[in-house]
């Protein structure tokens, strides 16, 4: 089975910190996704990147940065996070095919 | 600019009724099509897909449909069950590469006992 990880269910930051959200993959999969998802407006795609240290912007990368220094582990970092971040962050793997993996979302909160 | 488009907020069913679920696309370069369920705080989990050389695939109680002259696909669950309650949505690739995929704003199911 695949198995995506994502380090917090759950994150309330201030307005103005550096945010790092975590997502590890244990398949070995080459490209590796960051979404956001708000209501009525479904999954945005963010950033993703199909190789370590390769990355491409997604639909909405403003106010994020993404790294990938290794093939398990993709990173969102949100530089200052602003109250309209507040949101459920969804990270996703895939190998081949068109299918994704998705982890389990961490619930962001920035007040 | 939604090139995926799911109309319907929402929907309610009672068990045992059918369920469908529908969605619209703008892009002809689409090729690929997909539904994910979504339990509250979970990740999306794969239901089922269709190529866009077929207008039908099932699997149990799902399947999807495929009207690529109207740009369009469903999925149909039958019987529904109240284990299927949950959002639904559906997700389009091709004509881009890494496997990107464009979703739509979702549908929540609720099916009664």
């Known amino acids: 089975d695949v198995k995506v990880t994502q380090s917090s269910r759950y994150l309330v930051k201030r307005t103005g910190e550096k945010v790092f959200l975590e997502c590890v993959q244990d398949m070995d999969h080459e490209n590796m996704f960051w979404y956001r998802q708000d209501p009525g407006l479904g999954l945005r795609l963010i950033y993703f990147?199909?190789?370590?240290?390769?990355?491409e912007k997604g639909d909405i990368p403003e106010g994020y940065s993404v790294s990938r220094e290794k093939k398990e582990r993709f990173s969102l970092i949100l530089e200052s996070a602003s109250t309209n971040q507040t949101s459920m962050y969804l990270c996703a793997s895939r190998v081949r095919g068109h299918e994704q993996y998705f982890g389990p979302g961490t619930r962001l909160t920035v007040t | 600019d939604q090139q995926v488009k799911q109309n319907s907020p929402s929907l309610s069913v009672q068990e045992g009724r059918i369920s469908i679920l529908n969605c619209d696309y703008t892009?002809?370069?689409?090729?690929?099509f997909l539904w994910y369920k979504k339990y509250p705080a979970e990740g999306p989990t794969f239901l089922i897909s269709?190529?866009?050389?077929?207008d039908k695939n099932e699997d149990g109680r799902f399947t999807v449909f495929l009207n690529k002259s109207a740009k369009h696909l469903s999925l149909h669950i039958v019987p529904s069950q109240p284990g299927d309650s949950a959002v639904y949505f559906c997700?389009?690739?091709?004509?881009?590469?890494?496997?990107?995929?464009?979703f739509g704003q979702g549908t929540i199911l609720t099916v009664h006992p």
């Open positions: 997700a389009t690739a091709g004509g881009t590469s890494y496997g990107k995929l464009t």
């Open positions: 269709i190529s866009s050389i077929k």
């Open positions: 892009n002809s370069m689409f090729d690929y």
């Open positions: 990147s199909y190789d370590v240290k390769m990355k």
